[in-house]
């Protein structure tokens, strides 16, 4: 079993709808999640982190968290053809070391 | 703030040759770095985590003698891929984490190096 799990996509959502990516993990002592954002041929950039259960919104984005069911998700909401990009879902233990997901590859359509 | 560069962004070697890749954290001091490595359409993997002033620690079947990593200062960490061989063309990617910060971890644009 990966230690981090992604459906690979392609995701393919109209612009203007919400996109949502999932992520679940196996490792019950992972302490902080995060997501990531890739464009091709570029390292990733930081979109948000979330440590604990519940919600988090930062502009369009929203991460969700429920450690009891290891699961992560992202929200994107009004999606831009400027979202398209692999998304990455990390995770962190005690450590600071992060693992990674395969991604998703989301595609927001015209 | 929190900005990480790399040097150089590409590189294009012959097999047998070493190839000296630079992280600096330019604007924060960074406790710790990472050098990431990230064939096509697969995710990143880790290859050693580095503290300023110690030994790097590599991940399981990373070998340290031919991806030799210096931590000279808070602010540069070098990887040096040695006798590379077409096998090792692939994305290399630093991150550093702040010195007084959280678990976040800044990443650098990339390394792109081929193999020939």
């Known amino acids: 079993q990966k230690e981090v799990e992604q459906n690979s996509g392609p995701l393919s959502v109209p612009e203007g709808a919400i996109a949502s990516l999932n992520c679940t993990y196996s490792d019950r002592g992972s302490q902080s999640f995060f997501w990531y954002r890739q464009y091709s041929g570029k390292s990733p950039e930081l979109i948000m982190f979330?440590?604990?259960?519940g919600d988090k919104e930062d502009g369009r984005f929203t991460a969700q968290l429920n450690k009891a069911s290891q699961y992560v998700s992202l929200l994107i909401r009004d999606s831009q053809p400027s979202d398209s990009a692999t998304y990455l879902c990390?995770?962190?233990?005690?450590?600071?070391?992060?693992?990674f997901g395969t991604g998703t590859r989301l595609q927001v359509t015209l | 703030g929190a900005v990480v560069s790399q040097h150089p962004s590409r590189v294009i070697c012959k097999s047998g040759t070493s190839v000296k890749i630079e992280c600096r954290s330019l604007d924060f001091q960074a406790t710790t770095m990472f050098w990431y490595r990230q064939f096509p359409k697969q995710s990143l993997m880790l290859m050693a985590t580095?503290?300023?002033?110690?030994?790097?620690?590599?991940e399981q079947g990373v070998e340290k003698d031919k991806f030799l990593i210096n931590h000279a200062s808070l602010t540069l960490s070098t990887l040096t891929v040695t006798s590379a061989h077409p096998e090792d063309s692939s994305f290399y990617i630093c991150?550093?984490?702040?010195?007084?910060?959280?678990?976040?971890?800044?990443f650098g644009p990339g390394t792109r190096l081929t193999v020939l």
């Open positions: 991150s550093a984490s702040r010195v007084a910060g959280g678990l976040e971890q800044f």
């Open positions: 979330i440590y604990s259960n």
């Open positions: 580095s503290n300023e002033g110690s030994k790097a620690t590599y």
């Open positions: 990390a995770v962190t233990g005690t450590a600071s070391k992060l693992t």
